[in-house]
C-alpha cells in the first residue's frame, strides 16, 4: 500500500518494504536509462542535489536503517531494495548512494559489500574513519554528549574500546574494494569540519583515487563546518554523476 505526498514539488509514495519505512519520489518526466538515487540516511536534509537530479528525470528513493553506521544488515537490507525497485518500478539495479555525514560510511560500506548495486558515491563530508568520528580521537570533537557516539558504536558493532583500536573495518579500509570497481566517487566537504575533519575522514580516498587515477569530483568549501552540506551550485556535480552513470 502507497500513501502519496510530495517532496520538493515532487510526487512522494511512501510504503514498508520488510516492515521497514520506505519511499520513492518520482520525476515529472523519467529519463530513459532509469537512473535513480537513494538517500542513504537523513532523508530530507539539504535535498538541493536530490532536487536537482529529480528535475532531470532521475528518482529518488530511501529506506530505514536500523542504525546509522553502515552496518551489514543495513547494506544487505539496500541490496534486496534495490532489487524490488528495479522490478516494481522499472528502473536500473544499480544506483547512486547519496550520503552525508554517517551516510557516507553507509555509502562507503555498502559499495565495498555490493558493488555490483554501486553506480556513484556521492560523499558530502562523509564518516570513513570511526576513531575520528564519533571518537574524536584526532582534530575534532568527539560525537554526542556523555560519550553517546561510543554508545551508538557499542550498540551497532559490540565493540569494545581496544577492538575499535585495531580494527580494520573502516571504509578508509575499503578503499580498494572502490578502486577495484572503478566506482566513481564526488567528494564535497567544509574545510573547517570539526565534527568529522576532513583530514581523517575524505582526504584519504581523495589521495587514492588521484593517485590511481579514478573517477573523482571533489570540492572543498573554504571555511565551512560539517554543515550545510552540499554546493551552491550543483550544476557541476550533477552534471559528473550523470556522466559518469551513463549506459
Same mark, same amino acid.
Do not use: Q
Given at each position: 500500500m502507497y500513501t502519496y505526498s510530495e517532496f520538493c514539488g515532487f510526487k512522494r509514495a511512501d510504503f514498508k518494504f520488510e516492515d521497514r519505512d520506505a519511499l520513492i519520489v518520482f520525476p515529472e518526466k523519467p529519463e530513459p536509462q532509469g537512473r535513480w538515487m537513494m538517500k542513504m540516511e537523513y532523508?530530507? %536534509? +539539504?535535498?538541493? @542535489? &536530490?532536487? /536537482?537530479l529529480l528535475r532531470r528525470g532521475w528518482h529518488l528513493c530511501w529506506l !530505514?536503517?536500523?542504525? !546509522?553506521?553502515?552496518?551489514? $544488515?543495513?547494506s544487505d537490507a539496500k541490496a534486496r531494495f534495490a532489487d524490488? $525497485?528495479?522490478? &516494481?518500478?522499472? @528502473? =536500473? !539495479?544499480? +544506483?547512486?548512494?547519496?550520503?552525508?555525514?554517517?551516510?557516507? $560510511?553507509?555509502?562507503?560500506?555498502? %559499495?565495498? !559489500?555490493?558493488?555490483?548495486?554501486a553506480a556513484l558515491l556521492y560523499l558530502d563530508a562523509p564518516v570513513m574513519n570511526l576513531l575520528s568520528c564519533p571518537m574524536g580521537f584526532g582534530v575534532g570533537d568527539a560525537l554526542g554528549e556523555n560519550g553517546s557516539g561510543w554508545q551508538e558504536i557499542v550498540d551497532a558493532y559490540g565493540f569494545d574500546l581496544p577492538t575499535l583500536l585495531t580494527w580494520r573495518g573502516h571504509p578508509i579500509d575499503k578503499i580498494p574494494v572502490l578502486a577495484e570497481h572503478r566506482i566513481p566517487v564526488a567528494l564535497v566537504y567544509g574545510d573547517s569540519d570539526p565534527v568529522v575533519p576532513y583530514v581523517e575522514n575524505g582526504i584519504?580516498? /581523495?589521495?587514492?583515487?588521484? =593517485?590511481?587515477? @579514478?573517477?573523482? +569530483?571533489?570540492?572543498?568549501?573554504?571555511?565551512?563546518?560539517?554543515?550545510?552540506?552540499? @554546493? =551552491?551550485?550543483?550544476?557541476?556535480l550533477a552534471d559528473f554523476i550523470e556522466q559518469q552513470t551513463k549506459a
Open positions: 532523508f530530507g %536534509a +539539504f535535498p538541493a @542535489l &536530490e532536487a /536537482e !530505514r536503517n536500523v542504525n !546509522r553506521w553502515g552496518t551489514d $544488515i543495513d524490488f $525497485i528495479a522490478d &516494481e518500478f522499472g @528502473l =536500473e !539495479r544499480k +544506483f547512486t548512494c547519496v550520503g552525508m555525514s554517517c551516510g557516507g $560510511i553507509c555509502s562507503v560500506n555498502f %559499495a565495498a !559489500r555490493h558493488p555490483e548495486y584519504v580516498l /581523495e589521495k587514492y583515487y588521484k =593517485e590511481h587515477g @579514478l573517477p573523482l +569530483f571533489c570540492e572543498g568549501k573554504a571555511g565551512c563546518g560539517h554543515h550545510p552540506h552540499g @554546493l =551552491e551550485d550543483n550544476t557541476k
